[in-house]
């Protein structure tokens, strides 16, 4: 596609469950972000895909979370026994190298019920 | 640890009125800076990427500048219009973990009202 794709838009789901958040970054992308943007708050970053490496992980805000990206494309941001402070706009992004314009996917909603 | 800091908060403006947001930042070790704007409910839109090296950038009526070594940029709107109301956020790019990662640190945006 010509943007990155985030899936699903919007998700609810009930506090305890599992869900899992999709990113496609742009075609020959190798660099990756996950941000978080809980209502009316900044963006707060949780982690930085280098290819499918992922070299600090400290960003993530508990070890109920979890991300992986495979053949340096597709990342999935994981999300385990969901809370309800968990819910907020996941927002993914991508760019040509580390050093070049960062663009942004639309976000998934995800709403903890 | 960088800290982004946007003023003012919030803008509302009359439209055709020429305005400039600020952005600064505590630590001048960044490798770029770029200005985003968000629509309500939406991602972010890049609007202007300036490198490190990089004094200023424009695009049709947006010019950010950047000071590096002041820890500031500014980003300038000429005759603003209604379509232009939006929150407007600054990022600079920084590395993390001893140089093996990178991050984008975001301040928390000017939201911006160009009245009819």
């Known amino acids: 596609g010509a943007g990155v794709s985030q899936s699903p838009s919007n998700k609810v789901t009930e506090k305890g469950k599992d869900v899992e958040l999709r990113c496609d970054p742009i075609s020959g992308h190798t660099a990756l972000y996950w941000y978080r943007q809980s209502l009316g708050q900044g963006l707060e970053f949780l982690i930085y895909?280098?290819?499918?490496?992922?070299?600090?992980k400290s960003g993530l805000p508990s070890d109920r979370f979890s991300a992986e990206r495979t053949g340096g494309s597709v990342s999935t941001l994981t999300i385990q026994r969901t809370q309800q402070e968990d819910s907020a706009v996941y927002l993914c992004a991508s760019s040509f190298g580390g050093k070049t314009e960062a663009f942004f996917g639309q976000g998934t909603r995800l709403t903890v019920v | 640890k960088q800290e982004v800091t946007q003023i003012p908060a919030a803008l509302s403006v009359p439209e055709g009125e020429n305005l400039v947001l600020n952005c600064s930042f505590t630590?001048?070790?960044?490798?770029?800076l770029q200005w985003f704007r968000q629509d309500p409910g939406k991602g972010l839109t890049s609007l202007l990427l300036i490198q490190s090296s990089q004094r200023e950038q424009t695009s049709g009526r947006l010019n950010a500048s950047l000071d590096k070594s002041s820890g500031r940029s500014t980003l300038y709107i000429a005759a603003s219009q209604p379509g232009d109301s939006a929150t407007y956020l600054c990022?600079?790019?920084?590395?993390?973990?001893?140089?093996?990662?990178?991050?984008?640190?975001f301040g928390s945006g000017t939201q911006l009202t160009v009245l009819p």
């Open positions: 630590d001048s070790a960044i490798y770029n």
């Open positions: 990022a600079v790019g920084v590395m993390i973990s001893s140089g093996s990662a990178r991050q984008l640190t």
């Open positions: 895909f280098q290819g499918n490496s992922a070299p600090d």
